[in-house]
C-alpha cells in the first residue's frame, strides 16, 4: 500500500511538471499568434473604424505647453501664395512662358521671386520642359500596372463641394433667409466656450474626423493673397476678416494599405475628400447656430496655412519633412479647416518629443528622391525658424513618377506612420517621454534595420533611371496585373 | 478582432502562465534548487522576453514586413537564447545542501 502511495505522488508532480511546461510553450506560442494577428487587424489602422472620437488617444494633457513651439526670430511675413506656393507659380509659369520664353514676361512678383530663388526657376523650367514629356512617354509604356489606383483615386475624389463664389463678408455667414423663414438668423446665445467646444469636436467626430482641434488663428498663417476660386480677388491683398477669430482643424487619415504602397499606388484623394467634406458640414453646422464659417479644404482651396494651425490647435508637432506629425496618425492624414467666430476655448499645443526625434532620424531625408526634405539644421523662412521643405524640387518629382499624382514617401517611411498595434504604441510612449532623447537614436536604428526603403532612385520613372519602385508592395485590390487582361 | 486579440485569449494566457509557474515551482524542489525572489523575477524577464521576441515575430508578419520578422526574430532570438543558457547555468547552480 506504502509503496503505491509514493507512486501515486510522484505521478501528479510529474504531471504538475509536465502541465506547467506545456503550459510555458502554449503560452508563448500564443504571444506569437496575438502578435500575428495585431498585425494583422485593419482596426489597428487609426481612423478607419471609428466615427466617435475614439481614435484620437493620446494622452495629450500630459504634453501640453503653453506656447506653441514655433520659433519667432524675427519680423514676420505672410505667404505670398502666388509665387510662394508651387501649385500657384508653376501655372503661371507656364502661362507666360509660353508666350514669350523670358523672365521679363512674368508678373513683377514672380521675377522678385525668381531673383530671389534663381534655383527654383531652373526646377520650374525643368518640370515644364523635360519632366512632363519624359512622363508622358513612360505612362504609355509603365503607366497601366497603375490603373487600379488611379481609379481608387479618381473614386475617393469623385465628391467635391462646390466652389466658394463669394467674398468672406456674404459667403462664411448664414443665409439672410430660407424656405421657412424669412428674418435674418441671429446668432444662438450660447452658455459657454467651454461647451460649444465640447460640442464642436463631438459633432466634427460625428462627421467623421479622426482628429479635431481648436486655435485662436493666428494671422501670420494666413495668406497675402488670395487664391483663385476662394470668391475674392486674386490681385489684391487679403484682408482678413474680423470674424476669423477661430480655426477648427479636422484631420483624417489616408488610408494606410495603398499609403505604404507610395509613391505610385497611394493616394491623397481619400482623406481630402472625407476632410473636405468634414469641413464643409461643420461649416454648416456653425452657420445654422447663427455663426460665420468658412471651409478651407485640400487640396487646393485655402486662405491659408494648415500646418502650424495644427501645431497650435495641439495636434501635432512640425517634423523635418515639413509636415505636421501627429501622434495618433503620424504624418499619414490629410487636414482641413474652419475658420469661425462662434466662441470657443482654444487648446493648448503639445511637444511630445518630435523635434528632438526628427533631429536624429532623417530617414525621410535620406529616402526622398527629390532631396527636398534637408538633413540639415532649421532655416527662418519668413520670420520663424523651421525645417523648410524645398517644394520646387519636390513638385517635379510629383512629376516624374507614375501613378498617382503626389509623392507621399516621406510619410510612408516615417517611424511614426505606423499602426496602432501593441508594438508601435509601445515605441510611440517610449520616445514620447523620454525627455533626453536617448531613446530615439535607439529607435531610429531599430527602424532603419526593419523597415528599410529602396534605393531612393530606384522610385523614379525608368526614363530617369530608376525602376518605377514603391515603398512596399500594393495590396491585393490595387494590384491590375490580377484583374485585367492585357493583349 | 479575432481570438487572439480577444479576453478570452488573456484569460486563458493567464491560466497557463499560473500553470506554468506551477511546473517551475515543483521542478525546482524536485531538483533541490532554491529560487530566491530574484531568480523568480529573472524567470518571469526571460519569459517576457521570450513572448516579446515571439510576437515582435508574428506582428512583424502580420503588418507583412518579412524582413522585420527576420531580423527581429534573429536579433531578439539570440539575446533571447543567450540569457537563457547563461540563466539556466545560473539558477542551477544554487542546490539545497541537505
Known amino acids: 500500500m506504502e509503496k503505491d502511495k509514493t507512486k501515486t505522488t510522484f505521478s501528479r508532480r510529474s504531471f504538475l511538471k509536465a502541465t506547467g511546461a506545456t503550459s510555458a510553450v502554449l503560452g508563448l506560442g500564443g504571444l ?349 523662412v519668413r520670420g520663424y525658424r523651421k525645417w523648410q521643405l524645398h517644394a520646387a524640387k519636390c513638385y517635379n518629382f510629383w512629376n516624374s513618377n507614375l501613378g498617382n499624382m503626389g509623392c507621399r514617401i516621406c510619410i510612408s517611411v516615417c517611424p511614426y506612420t505606423r499602426k496602432a498595434n501593441w508594438l508601435h504604441r509601445a515605441a510611440l510612449h517610449l520616445s514620447s517621454n523620454d525627455p533626453t532623447g536617448l531613446t530615439h537614436g535607439a529607435l531610429t536604428k531599430l527602424q532603419k534595420i526593419f523597415y528599410p526603403g529602396p534605393n531612393p532612385q530606384d522610385y523614379y520613372i525608368p526614363s530617369l533611371g530608376g525602376k518605377n519602385a514603391s515603398y512596399r508592395r500594393p495590396p491585393w485590390w490595387l494590384r491590375t496585373e490580377d484583374f485585367i487582361e492585357f493583349e | 478582432m479575432g481570438f487572439f486579440n480577444s479576453g478570452l485569449f488573456w484569460f486563458i494566457e493567464g491560466i497557463l502562465a499560473c500553470l506554468a509557474v506551477r511546473g517551475i515551482k515543483i521542478w525546482a524542489e524536485d531538483r533541490g534548487l532554491i529560487l530566491r525572489w530574484w531568480k523568480w523575477l529573472y524567470v518571469f524577464a526571460w519569459f517576457t522576453l521570450a513572448g516579446f521576441t515571439l510576437a515582435f515575430i508574428g506582428t512583424s508578419l502580420g503588418e507583412n514586413e518579412p524582413i522585420a520578422a527576420l531580423r527581429g526574430g534573429i536579433l531578439f532570438g539570440i539575446i533571447t537564447i543567450i540569457l537563457g543558457v547563461g540563466g539556466w547555468r545560473w539558477l542551477t547552480l544554487s542546490k539545497r545542501k541537505d
Not at chain 1, 503661371?92 to 521675377?111: D, G, I, M, R, V
Not at chain 1, 490603373?147 to 467674398?167: F, H, K, N, R, Y
Not at chain 1, 496618425?329 to 470657443?344: D, E, K, Q, S, Y
Request: hydrophobic residues 35%.
Open chain 1, 32 to 380: 506569437g499568434f496575438f502578435g500575428y494577428q495585431a498585425g494583422q487587424d485593419p482596426s489597428s489602422y487609426t481612423g478607419w473604424k471609428t466615427f466617435e472620437g475614439g481614435d484620437q488617444n493620446f494622452p495629450r494633457h500630459r504634453f501640453v505647453v503653453d506656447k506653441p513651439p514655433h520659433e519667432k526670430v524675427g519680423p514676420t511675413r505672410r505667404v505670398d501664395p502666388r509665387s510662394e506656393i508651387v501649385f500657384s507659380r508653376l501655372p503661371t509659369l507656364l502661362l507666360h512662358w509660353q508666350k514669350n520664353p523670358t523672365p521679363e514676361s512674368l508678373p513683377q512678383y514672380l521675377q522678385d521671386y525668381y531673383r530671389e530663388h534663381p534655383e527654383d526657376l531652373e526646377l520650374d523650367l525643368y518640370n515644364v520642359r523635360e519632366l512632363r514629356p519624359k512622363l508622358m512617354a513612360d505612362q504609355q509604356k509603365y503607366g497601366r500596372a497603375f490603373i487600379l489606383a488611379e481609379a481608387w483615386s479618381e473614386a475617393m475624389g469623385a465628391v467635391t463641394p462646390p466652389q466658394i463664389t463669394e467674398p468672406p463678408e456674404t459667403a462664411d455667414f448664414p443665409p439672410r433667409r430660407s424656405y421657412f423663414r424669412e428674418e435674418v438668423p441671429r446668432p444662438y446665445k450660447l452658455k459657454s466656450p467651454e461647451k460649444t467646444s465640447r460640442l464642436i469636436k463631438k459633432i466634427t467626430h460625428e462627421l467623421g474626423a479622426t482628429l479635431v482641434g481648436i486655435a485662436r488663428l493666428n494671422p501670420d498663417w494666413v495668406f497675402q493673397y488670395p487664391i483663385p476660386g476662394r470668391g475674392l480677388d486674386p490681385s489684391r491683398p487679403l484682408e482678413i476678416p474680423s470674424h476669423w477669430e477661430y480655426a477648427i482643424v479636422v484631420g483624417t487619415p489616408m488610408s494606410w494599405d495603398p499609403m505604404y504602397a507610395n509613391p505610385n499606388y497611394g493616394t491623397s484623394e481619400d482623406a481630402y475628400s472625407i476632410s473636405r467634406i468634414i469641413a464643409y458640414r461643420l461649416a454648416a453646422f456653425i452657420k445654422k447656430l447663427g455663426y460665420a464659417a468658412r471651409p478651407h479644404t485640400p487640396g487646393y482651396s485655402y486662405d491659408l496655412m494648415v500646418p502650424p494651425i495644427m501645431i497650435d490647435a495641439g495636434l501635432g508637432e512640425q517634423a523635418r519633412s515639413s509636415i505636421v506629425i501627429t501622434p495618433e496618425l503620424g504624418p499619414n492624414f490629410r487636414a482641413a479647416v474652419v475658420t469661425t467666430n462662434i466662441p470657443l476655448k482654444p487648446d493648448k499645443p503639445i511637444k511630445f518629443g518630435v523635434e528632438s526625434f526628427c533631429k536624429t532620424c532623417k530617414i525621410c531625408a535620406e529616402q526622398c528622391p527629390s532631396g527636398a526634405i534637408t538633413k540639415g539644421d532649421k532655416v527662418v
